[in-house]
């Protein structure tokens, strides 16, 4: 078992936008009854087969560690943070669609991962300006999801789509917009069902 | 004429103190959260925009600008205005937007915000009761009945920051309370929790791989027909499920364990940095600082004793106390009038600078600390109310600093409350608390975010800029990990988040 290769994800993103929920749900294949906020960072694993049913498959151990905290936090904490990423295979990006500040604090988040964080502490929002160069020799994929798109009124949900497909652009990300259905999955922890198209939405693979 | 001018003047400060409240909260409580409901934004800018206004006119007020009457009237209308806003629009948007979070109730929002209003209002009125406030002759709703009580919720508010910052202070400036830190110690942290996060790690493999394992046993078992089907598993997976719910219960205590390291080590990062910074030039300042004012809070605590036990209440204020002082015993000669009035304008604005200064990073710092996206509008409407009505009582207090011709127009526009009483209340809340956090440790580090009024301007890397307020980050930070820290606590319901 332990034979098997592992993979380390990171789960990042702003306070509330529903990175645990997202990791209960990706690793335990069930909703998250009583979400409650992460102190430090909390991990899940999943078993995944890689390249399943061709020749070349291969068992592997996703481990998905989810980071709790802002990015406006303390530098005590961000220093504290930082023992988390070491040797990251990838980089999931979560953001919440009704709350823009999220979305805009992903870059923030990501140049804290990538060590590449020099703003000064105090700064106000940004405007979304940075430099695509310094993800282009990132080796680090990184994957960018959109939460709680059922809670848009429907009239604005195409803004919003727009604007996800612009920042996935910056990012140069895959990009998908999850929403956690009722009639998959069950809240009762003795009942476990597997979703048939569950398969092709943990796509990290490199 | 002179009063159309003087309108216009108070009109444009008064528009000046909103615009400063709307960049307030657009900038630094609300730069995490989108803005959707504009009306908390604009109740917020109006609460501090006439609490300043009241600010102005007793500085006006020191410095003889603008004509009496329109000064009168426009302290009367000002002081009508604020109390519409703090007992009528502010308590029902807090209902409002309270029972808007609750989905049960969603459908008769207004209705059932009407009847928070009510039992707020209720409460309130009860509140009055018990204290000596006033005399029975005059009505209702009157004004002096609504200032009274406000009154002294503010009056309790400001003693209790006050008094846990009398006790705090020495303990965040002071060096001597420092623990020493060394890199050592911070690694060999970080290591403990890296291995636990890896212990957890494996533990979940196998709980994983354990899960696949039975999955796939049980399909085939499935296969097999109805009886023999079921004895089979039930006999072959027990070991199975047993096996992982004793997994389960070892990850649930390594988890606990990582969250405590997790907060250990933070704890030390930050010590460590308040270590580097207090050899900084700034911080033996502060330090220096420091030792003054703890002399300062034991003199007020011992003040406060005095008051209260000889039953003694200053008759007056300290700038003409000072004057005579000089007079009577240095034997300077100077013109007493003129001087007083600059004197206890300055002392004056200083006590209001400093406690606007306070009270806003002290609102930013909770804010930070408590809210999320979910509940940030309540948050925001209660810390407006709260910051309204230090600011009505901080008025109330402020009458003792002044010397006796420029406390008139307080005490006229107000009517005729005891202010003798709202002194006495301060004092005994403020000993209060004070006895009750004498338990540095565990008191101090829960409340640290409270340091408040007159400790203010000694706030150390947080000095005020006008559009780049501060960054309170670390302390809020610190409050929150610690109170978030226990996910049982009844104070984080799950809906919260």
Known sequence: MASLDRVKVLVLGDSGVGKS?????????????????????SVDVRVHDYKEGTPEEKTYYIELWDVGGSVGSASSVKSTRAVFYNSVNGIILVHDLTNKKSSQNLYRWSMEALNKDSSPTGVIV????YDREQFAENPVPLLLIGTKYDQIPENKRNDVLTRTAFLSEDFNAEEINLVIEKRYFTRDPSQVRICPDYGSLCGTET | MSFFVDSVIMFTSQVLFFGFGWLFFMRQLFKDYEVRQYVVQVVFSV??????TMFELI???????????????HWKLNLYVILLVLIFVVPFYIGYFVVSNIRLLQRQRLLFACVVWFTFMYFFWKLGDPFPILSPKHGILSIEQLISRVGVIGVTLMALLSGFGAVNCPYTYMSYFLRNVTDSDILALERRLLQTMDMIVSKKKRIAMTRRQMYQRGEDQNKQAGIWGMIKS????????ENLSLIQQEVVALEELSRQLFLETVDLQATKERIEYSKTFQGKYFNFLGYFFSIYCVWKIFMATINIVFDRVGKTDPVTRGIEITVN????????????????????????VTSIRGLLITLTKFFYAISSSKSSNVIVLVLAQIMGMYFVS??????MSMPLEYRTIVTEVLGELQFNFYHRWFDVIFLVIHKSSIDPDDAISVLEPCQFSWTTHLQGPNQMTFLSLLNPQEESEALSLRLGKDNHSRFWPSHLI
């Not at chain 2, 020191?62 to 329109?70: D, F, P, Q, V, Y």
């Not at chain 2, 039930?234 to 499920?241: A, E, I, L």
Request: glycine share 8%.
């Open chain 2, 394 to 399: 901080s008025v109330l207090l402020m009458r």
């Open chain 1, 21 to 41: 929920s997202l990791v209960h749900l990706l690793c335990q294949n069930q909703v998250l009854g009583n979400p409650s906020w992460t102190v430090g960072c």
């Open chain 2, 47 to 52: 609460t501090f925009a006439f609490s300043c």
């Open chain 1, 126 to 129: 940004s405007n979304g300006d």
């Open chain 2, 59 to 73: 500085i006006f007020e020191i410095l003889g600008a603008l004509s009496s009457t329109s000064r009168y009237f």
């Open chain 2, 329 to 352: 015993y240095l034997g300077i000669q100077f013109d007493v009038k003129f001087w007083s009035q600059h004197i206890s304008f300055i002392l004056v604005g200083i006590i209001i």
């Open chain 2, 234 to 241: 039930v006999t072959s997976s027990t070991s199975g499920s």
